[in-house]
């Protein structure tokens, strides 16, 4: 089974109703909201929470030396950042993993001083995962190649964390009907929240300021979007 819908009266119920019947944690699923439910008033006009949940694959590890760009691409990028740890008196290991997709490459460091290589949100774990990925594209290994650098699986951690609070304070928007604020987020925290808001009618979401840290608005649209469909998706209006 690789993926289950499930009903409650609030999401993160169905959400652990889900996680029984797949037998997993919650850091083993992919979650999509499909309905967010509602309590209604003295027990009438209320519904049910819906979800699906599904199992996330698993990482696997990057072919031997020679055998793929991404192989060549994570023997470079580790032997940079064992480097680049020593230069900054950091003792731990390096290990090169496949990603998410074929594209990508995960260097996972192994060390006691996690709190360190992650830095406040993880701005210097993205430090050096800029730094690994400069000097490998320099070098000319595996153009098209995405590295990502994390330890104690912050990056898994983090998505979790950034997913959930994309659910409550898009719950905060629709209930209240203000446009909410999370202030100096990343690039890849903004396509986090974006990335669970987006299939949402009821809601939009906009980045907004310059440089690499952000504001996000989450803001309340009514049914609009479910009326005015994007323009180019082939659909005619009325």
């Given at each position: 089974?690789?993926?289950?819908e499930t009903?409650g009266?609030?999401?993160?119920?169905a959400?652990?109703?889900?996680?029984k019947?797949?037998?997993?944690?919650?850091?083993?699923?992919?979650v999509?909201?499909?309905?967010?439910?509602?309590?209604?008033?003295?027990?009438?006009?209320?519904?049910k929470?819906?979800?699906?949940?599904?199992?996330?694959?698993?990482?696997?590890?990057?072919?031997?030396?020679?055998?793929?760009?991404?192989?060549?691409v994570?023997?470079?990028?580790?032997?940079v950042?064992?480097?680049?740890?020593?230069?900054?008196?950091?003792?731990?290991?390096v290990?090169?993993?496949?990603?998410?997709?074929?594209?990508?490459?995960?260097?996972?460091?192994?060390?006691?001083?996690?709190?360190?290589?992650?830095g406040?949100?993880?701005?210097?774990?993205?430090?050096?995962?800029?730094?690994?990925?400069?000097?490998?594209?320099?070098?000319?290994?595996?153009?098209?190649?995405?590295?990502?650098?994390?330890?104690?699986?912050?990056?898994e951690?983090?998505?979790?964390?950034?997913?959930?609070?994309?659910?409550?304070?898009?719950?905060?928007?629709?209930?209240?009907?203000?446009?909410?604020?999370?202030?100096?987020?990343?690039?890849?925290?903004?396509?986090?929240?974006?990335?669970?808001?987006?299939?949402?009618?009821?809601?939009?979401?906009?980045?907004?300021?310059?440089?690499?840290?952000?504001?996000?608005?989450?803001?309340?649209e009514?049914?609009?979007?479910?009326?005015?469909?994007?323009?180019?998706?082939?659909?005619?209006?009325?």
């Amino acid at each position: 089974m690789e993926f289950v819908e499930t009903e409650g009266d609030s999401v993160d119920e169905a959400i652990e109703k889900a996680l029984k019947i797949l037998g997993v944690e919650r850091d083993k699923v992919e979650v999509k909201v499909l309905v967010e439910g509602r309590a209604g008033i003295l027990g009438f006009d209320g519904k049910k929470a819906c979800i699906r949940a599904s199992l996330r694959k698993p990482i696997v590890e990057v072919a031997g030396r020679g055998e793929g760009e991404s192989s060549v691409v994570g023997e470079k990028g580790r032997e940079v950042l064992r480097e680049i740890l020593r230069l900054m008196g950091v003792e731990g290991t390096v290990e090169a993993k496949a990603g998410e997709v074929p594209e990508e490459v995960l260097l996972e460091i192994r060390s006691g001083e996690g709190g360190l290589l992650i830095g406040h949100r993880g701005q210097t774990l993205e430090a050096l995962q800029y730094l690994v990925t400069r000097i490998v594209s320099e070098r000319r290994a595996g153009e098209g190649v995405h590295v990502v650098v994390d330890t104690e699986n912050y990056r898994e951690r983090r998505r979790r964390s950034l997913e959930d609070l994309a659910l409550r304070l898009g719950e905060k928007a629709k209930r209240e009907r203000k446009t909410v604020s999370v202030d100096a987020l990343s690039a890849a925290d903004r396509r986090i929240i974006h990335a669970v808001l987006q299939d949402d009618p009821w809601l939009t979401t906009k980045s907004l300021g310059t440089g690499p840290y952000r504001r996000l608005l989450i803001i309340p649209e009514g049914d609009r979007k479910m009326k005015d469909p994007p323009k180019g998706d082939g659909q005619k209006s009325p």
